[in-house]
Antibody
Framework: EVQLVESGGGLVQPGGSLRLSCAASGFIVSGTYMSWVRQAPGKGLEVVSV???????WYADSVKGRFTISRHNSKNTLYLQMNSLRPDDSAVYYCTRDHSDGWFDPWGQGTLVTVSS | DIQMTQSPPSLSASVGDRVTITCRASQSISRYLNWYQQKIGKAPKVLIYGASSLQGGVPSRFSGSGSGTDFTLTISGLQPEDFATYYC?????????FGQGTKVEIE
């Protein structure tokens, strides 16, 4: 079964750091595009970072320089290192596979990040 | 970035109704348009990709159409489990962007 399971969210103070993990099963993370998409409470969906099938990456302007996407091939896991967190980074973070035509499936269950003092 | 605008932002409908949601792109995106359903507390789920291709396992009452800048998601015969928020997403040029969502509520 193709599945993604995120972990690592939680409550953190402004300026703090968190690392999100996304464990994949049923497919190889390194062989496909993988994305992190976030959803602030009551808001819409925003792509924040993409790891392309090679080594190139992309970041939304809102997180560039603060977030780093990476993967561990032998663990078949995607990560999102989030530093210098701000209250407006508070959201549910989903990892998802990006198909060749740019549609997302599957999605993980999401992990909630709350940035607050 | 390509802006995606959905209308209406919300709608009320009854079981059995035919529902249409519109998505407009700020520039032509050919047929690189995807539709998702999101229920409260759950991750989005793809319904339609490539403007009109039905994802496996999605009921045939869902259909998509359009090309260029104007797209439509139609639910023919709304079912109780269809009450949710629907998002369009363009995959013509990076960054992929989503519409703001259309909430389908029970009338």
């Amino acid at each position: 079964e193709v599945q993604l399971v995120e972990s690592g969210g939680g409550l953190v103070q402004p300026g703090g750091s968190l690392r999100l993990s996304c464990a994949a099963s049923g497919f190889i993370v390194s062989g496909t595009y993988m994305s992190w998409v976030r959803q602030a409470p009551g808001k819409g969906l925003e792509v924040v970072s993409v790891f392309y099938a090679g080594t190139s990456t992309w970041y939304a302007d809102s997180v560039k320089g603060r977030f780093t996407i990476s993967r561990h091939n032998s663990k078949n896991t995607l990560y999102l290192q989030m530093n210098s967190l701000r209250p407006d980074d508070s959201a549910v973070y989903y990892c998802t596979r990006d198909h060749s035509d740019g549609w997302f499936d599957p999605w993980g269950q999401g992990t909630l990040v709350t940035v607050s003092s | 970035d390509i802006q995606m605008t959905q209308s209406p932002p919300s709608l009320s409908a009854s079981v059995g109704d035919r529902v249409t949601i519109t998505c407009r792109a700020s520039q032509s995106i050919s047929r690189y348009l995807n539709w998702y359903q999101q229920k409260i507390g759950k991750a989005p789920k793809v319904l339609i990709y490539g403007a009109s291709s039905l994802q496996g396992g999605v009921p045939s009452r869902f259909s998509g159409s359009g090309s260029g800048t104007d797209f439509t998601l139609t639910i023919s015969g709304l079912q109780p489990e269809d009450f949710a928020t629907y998002y369009c997403q363009q995959s013509f040029s990076t960054p992929w962007t989503f519409g703001q969502g259309t909430k389908v509520e029970i009338e």
